[in-house]
């Protein structure tokens, strides 16, 4: 059906009206013409030819069916203005493409001017407020002058929106930057927001819009952001840029640390911990009040960079070693969990020797430079193909392919001398290696399972590499229970002390005895004193413990007295741990002062590791200790690393024989070498020598033609609890009335 639009003022007849403008760019407005009839079409193109809004040139699209129409649409959306007639295929095919735009299309930007022959078949007011349109007219009422009037509002309402749409992206950009934790994405997010936010700011197209960050530290110029014909140019060095005059206004911007706006605006970031940051967009002229928007725009996004670069360092820190740029433990964890299950992956910790006295003799700058020079060694070594990383003070991690990855491989590494600073060092290192399986563990208990290797290797294997047994992961879990199960035991008072009986060997008299700890579970089972007190040392478990024994100790031979035993002595064990912690004297007199006993029937038993490494510090404690009027007797001695001159300077006042050299001793009294060592040393030194583990008269007849006095056994007794331990001295001080 055709309807008539031409009449005294219609379209063609437009030589009175003068709307004619010349453009100023080469830029186009698209407006696509809907209408079943063609001489519409070519009516309208005709009375808007070479006319432009807003300085640019109207481009058009035809469309001879609702159909044809959101086709076009589908495959080019950026239209600016859809001119649509109401009546085609059927009487509402105009109304219903308006719904298909605004609904399907999710198109609310293109602006929509409905065009009628038959205004009836849908009143104005009803239709503009259903539908989402700009404008409705009657065909016979569109003059040349009125259609341009007509396109022209709908062309700066559609710029408007645009610019909002344009605007709000650009914020959400801005925010996604910001908070992103990604290095590289949110930079680069961030200023992908700066310049689709300036060309909105603008009124420009995101086109020809380039963002380039200079920080000397991190390498030359680079290219943070790009829009269009730039945008292959991201993370690429600015001097890859192709125009040599924008390369060169980014560069002088960056130089100069200002705006330019001359050839085009750059704008200048002034972010801290950077010479800077450059925008180019290609606008030459500013009004005014743009002009103010931008210095103001400016200042706020510098802010946002300070925060997205300040997040790059956070994430650096969290994740990567600073003096080698190698991941970190987090990051290696990390970089375990995603390769967990790769069954042609391994996973090695390499820990170096003896490392601390480099930095001890030496200095730690040496020792830095060792570390670069052993990392830059094994990441020659294991190639691209495997990750470095640096797990621990002076402890690599490595993940790479199970057929590289080897004990060969690592030990040869380091086979040969290093150079550091024109010095040649060997250095020796102990590894761990171990597969990452089938994925049926996560990636943090394959570390474990790596360290607990380590761990075991720095004891048995030092300067090897050892592979991961699952023996080991089961005795380091065990232990964990144990060690779990002993705070709880100790917290629920299920811990004692037995006390064994130390005896004169020549008259049997009761001396006084040792205390020991023990534990007991809650289904009644002894759990070996071996087996939790260096859980309880190594966890620092020991140092509440070693209180509680004092003060137990101390209040049961406080007790004694009051029974009637006041020459009764009390020797107690202390840790090594204990002893070493700076408040262990003030501890000790607070515990004296608590159960008033008398300190000359006090005497703590140390073992010879005491004065490993801190004989000046041990003696000048024991010193101290003694001037309080307590004894002190090294324990098990002869099984350590004490030497005649450590035993002169620590002063102690008894020498305890282990029971291991009194075990020597068989019936006819041969092989005491050793014990007797022991006791012509304490002999020759003044000091009292006691034996442990006597168990036959065999033993205690021998011991006593060498000269030792004093002991403890089975053969007098065993370890008892405290009432017991009464009790068994009232059934001897019985036997003795007898």
């Not at 080469?26 to 193109?45: M, N």
């Not at 700009?134 to 022209?152: P, Q």
């Amino acid at each position: 059906m055709s309807y008539p639009i031409c009449k005294d003022d219609d379209l063609l007849s437009f030589a009175e009206d003068e709307v004619e403008e010349r453009p100023t760019t080469t830029e186009s407005w698209h407006i696509l013409i809907v209408d079943d009839e063609a001489d519409v079409h070519e009516a309208t193109e005709l009375a808007l030819r070479n006319l432009s809004v807003e300085g640019k040139l109207l481009r058009f699209s035809h469309a001879g069916s609702a159909l044809e129409a959101y086709q076009i649409l589908t495959s080019e959306p950026d239209f600016a203005v859809v001119l649509l007639d109401v009546v085609m295929e059927s009487e509402d095919a105009g109304l219903r493409l308006v719904k298909r735009i605004r609904e399907e299309l999710g198109n609310a930007a293109v602006r929509i001017v409905l065009r009628t022959g038959q205004p009836g078949y849908a009143p104005e007011i009803e239709t503009i407020r259903t539908y989402d349109i700009n404008d409705y007219k009657t065909k016979s009422e569109l003059t040349r002058v009125r259609l341009f009037t007509t396109l022209a509002v709908a062309i700066r309402s559609y710029r408007q929106i645009r610019q909002l749409e344009m605007s709000r992206r650009g914020l959400e950009l801005i925010v996604s930057g910001s908070t992103g934790l990604s290095k590289i994405r949110a930079l680069r997010l961030y200023a992908e927001g700066v310049v689709t936010q300036l060309s909105a700011l603008l009124g420009i197209a995101p086109d020809g819009l380039i963002c380039a960050a200079s920080n000397p530290q991190t390498g030359p110029t680079r290219v943070i952001a790009a829009a269009g014909r730039y945008r292959e140019l991201i993370h690429c060095p600015l001097d890859d840029l192709p125009d040599v005059g924008l390369r060169g206004i980014l560069q002088q911007c960056i130089s100069r640390q200002e705006h330019l706006f001359s050839s085009g605006t750059c704008l200048y970031f002034g972010v801290r911990e950077t010479q800077g940051i450059a925008a180019f967009v290609n606008v030459s002229t500013l009004d005014p009040v743009n002009h103010n928007l931008l210095q103001v725009f400016c200042a706020n996004v510098t802010v946002g960079f300070e925060n997205v670069l300040l997040q790059e360092r956070l994430h650096d820190f969290a994740y990567y070693d600073q003096l080698l740029g190698l991941p970190n433990r987090n990051r290696f964890i990390q970089l375990i969990t995603e390769r967990v299950g790769n069954e042609d992956i391994s996973l090695a910790l390499i820990d170096l020797d003896d490392f601390a006295e480099i930095n001890t003799v030496l200095d730690y700058r040496f020792g830095d430079l060792v570390l670069r020079t052993v990392a830059d060694r094994l990441a020659e070594t294991f190639g691209p193909s495997s990750v470095l990383a640096r797990f621990a003070g002076d402890t690599f991690g490595v993940l790479g392919p199970s057929g590289t990855l080897t004990q060969d491989v690592i030990e040869q590494i380091f086979a040969a001398p290093f150079a550091v600073q024109g010095e040649v060092i060997r250095v020796s290192a102990t590894a761990s290696l171990i597969e990452l399986g089938d994925g049926s563990i996560k990636g943090e208990d394959v570390l474990k399972d790596a360290s607990i290797a380590l761990k075991q290797a720095k004891v048995l294997n030092r300067g090897r590499a050892t592979p991961f047994s699952a023996d080991l992961s089961e005795a380091a879990r065990a232990r964990i229970h144990l060690l779990t199960d002993l705070r709880a035991a100790f917290s629920a008072e299920r811990l004692f002390l037995a006390y064994q009986p130390q005896v004169d060997l020549i008259s049997g008299k009761v001396l006084g005895a040792e205390a020991l700890l023990r534990w007991q579970t809650q289904e009644g089972h002894s759990i070996p004193p071996d087996r939790f007190i260096p859980l309880a040392e190594q966890s620092g478990l020991m140092i509440p413990i070693g209180e509680w024994v004092l003060r137990t100790a101390c209040r049961q031979l406080r007790h004694l007295a009051d029974l009637g035993y006041p020459d009764f002595r009390m020797a107690i064990n202390v840790s090594h741990t204990q002893f070493r912690e700076p408040g262990f004297v003030p501890m000790l007199e607070r515990v004296l002062e608590d159960c008033r006993v008398n300190v000359e029937l006090l005497e703590l038993e140390l073992t010879e590791s005491v004065a490993i490494g801190h004989i000046d510090s041990t003696a000048a404690k024991i010193a101290e200790i003694r001037d309080m009027g307590i004894s002190l007797a090294l324990d098990d001695f002869g099984t350590g690393y004490s030497s005649l001159s450590i035993l002169k300077q620590l002063k102690v006042d008894r020498l305890k024989i282990d029971r291991s050299f009194i075990s020597e001793i068989d019936g006819r009294g041969d092989n005491s070498g050793i014990a007797e060592l022991v006791i012509a040393l304490g002999r020759q030194l003044d000091l009292i020598t006691i034996a442990e583990g006597v168990e036959n008269e065999a033993q205690r007849s021998h011991l006593l033609q060498l000269g030792c006095k004093e002991g403890q056994g089975f053969l007098f007794a065993r370890p008892m609890p405290a009432t017991e331990l009464e009790t068994w001295l009232t059934a001897r001080d019985n036997l003795d009335a007898v």
